[in-house]
Every structure is written in C-alpha cells, then in structure tokens.
C-alpha cells in the first residue's frame, strides 16, 4: 500500500536532511560572502603602496626603503652592497574614486659608494597627508590571499596554479587591488601598504 508524500518523507527524513545539508551550509556561505559587498561601504581613502619590481638580472646599486615621518612618504636612500641581490621597488597608489592602481613616479639618485644615505620626499605625493596606520580610518586594511587551486596534475608535478592576490577587506568586504604589467603578470609581485592618504599636507619647498 502507498504511503504517499507523507509517508515517504517520514521513512526518508535523515536522508533528505543529509542531503539537503550542504545546500543550505553552502547557500549560507554564499550569504556571508555576499551581503558585506552590498551593506559596507567602499573604500573611501587611498593608498600608497611598496610594490617589489619583476625581476631584473641588471643589479641595483642603491638600495631604497619608503616610510612615513610627519605625514609624508619619504625614501631613503643609501649604496647598495657589492654582493648580493638587492631587490628594487616601485611606488603605486590605489585611487579610491576609480579602484584603479597606477605607478607614482620617483627618480633614484646615483650616489657613490661610500656616500651617506640620503633621505627624500617623494614629490609626486607631497600635497598629501599619509598615516603609516594599517587600517584606513574608514576601516580597511591590505591583505593578501591565495587563490585558485593546483588540481591533480598540478599535485603530481609541482605545477600548482596557486597565486597571491592582494586586496583591501573591511568587514568581509574585499576590493581586489589589480596591478598593471608587469607586475600582476602571470603573478602578482608582493606588495606592502606604506599609507593611507588622510589629507591635504603641505607642499616641500612650500
């Protein structure tokens, strides 16, 4: 005799609820995911970034380090070793209005090799307040993650399609951070965050 809808879905509860449980862990994943993309707000700050340059078999013969000392984004300057691989590094900012990342241009100095380092105000961003803070005053921080996945033969032969991905997260929100070639091809340099742009400062020289 049939039991009917009912009946079936008495004898068959534990197997509907196995079933039917990773649908619903999954859809609320899905959720958590997705709800702080349309409830916080973007980014409302820039950000100025130390982006590490591809690699170049010309070696360095300076060595250059960017920090921020009373609102603005300074570079020291000194020789760089005779042995040894120095690595080189770029400026970026991450322009909020736009998502956008593009280069700050900066000249390095020749210096001698026995000469005194010297520190330098990056002039391209001189009429901008920075705070060397690691979260932004609207809350996001720089993060960097892995994605993507090596599969089987990626496993077998150490040919794994992991990649770093740097991005700025509030809340659960992520805003990738997308650098232009070459330095996001085939995979993303590392790169730091230097400062927040908090203001207008005043000008060097003003």
Do not use: C
């Not at 770029?90 to 241009?105: K, N, Q, W, Y």
């Not at 091809?185 to 908090?198: N, T």
């Amino acid at each position: 005799m049939a039991t009917g809808h009912g009946g079936f879905i008495r004898d068959n509860a534990f197997l509907l609820a196995a079933m039917s449980l990773p649908v619903v862990v999954a859809a609320f994943f899905l959720l958590a995911s997705v709800i702080p993309q349309w409830t916080v707000p973007a980014p409302a700050h820039d950000l100025v970034l130390r982006v590490a340059r591809p690699y170049d078999t010309t070696p360095s013969k300076v060595v250059v380090d960017f920090n921020v000392r009373d609102g603005r984004v300074e570079a020291t300057v000194r020789p760089a070793p005779t042995s040894g691989y120095v690595q080189p590094w770029a400026l970026f900012l991450f322009d909020h209005d736009t998502g956008s990342v593009r280069e700050i241009p900066f000249e390095v100095p020749d210096m001698a090799e026995d000469e005194a380092p010297r520190t330098i105000v990056v002039d391209a961003l001189s009429g901008q307040r920075v705070s060397a803070q690691a979260a932004a005053p609207d809350g996001y921080a720089l993060q960097t993650r892995t994605t993507g996945s090596s599969g089987l033969v990626g496993d077998l032969f150490g040919m794994g399609r992991y990649r770093q991905n740097a991005a700025l997260v509030n809340r659960g929100r992520f805003v990738s951070l997308d650098l232009p070639s070459p330095y996001g091809d085939p995979y993303q340099s590392p790169i730091y965050a230097v400062g927040w742009v908090v203001g207008e400062g005043q000008r060097s020289g003003g």
